[in-house]
């Protein structure tokens, strides 16, 4: 899992802030977050749940998914998370065995 493209979404708590991201190694950057261990709206915010993730073909296109993502509406992001993890359950435990 870890060498491949991916934009996901990070929240501290159901309907909380969200952050939308990309990156080329999912479990350590969301490790990352869970931790606190980059300064940034993450850390600021306390938003160490997964509760989105999608994988990209490379990564330019997750890139492009996560900035159309972040200029969708906030009751978009909230479908695509419910469509997809209709508790907000913290994908974490589902990536990182």
């Given at each position: ?72 509406r906030r009751k978009w992001k909230l479908d695509l998370i419910e469509k997809h993890n209709p508790e907000w ?9």
């Open positions: 899992m870890s060498r491949t493209n991916w934009v996901y979404m990070m929240t501290n708590q159901r309907n909380g802030t969200l952050y939308v991201g990309s990156t080329s190694n999912l479990i350590a950057r969301i490790d990352q977050h869970r931790n606190g261990t980059v300064e940034g709206f993450t850390k600021k915010y306390g938003l160490t749940r997964l509760v989105w993730a999608e994988e990209c073909a490379d990564m330019e296109t997750a890139l492009s998914a996560e900035h159309r993502i972040k200029k969708w359950d913290d994908l974490w435990e589902t990536i990182s065995k």
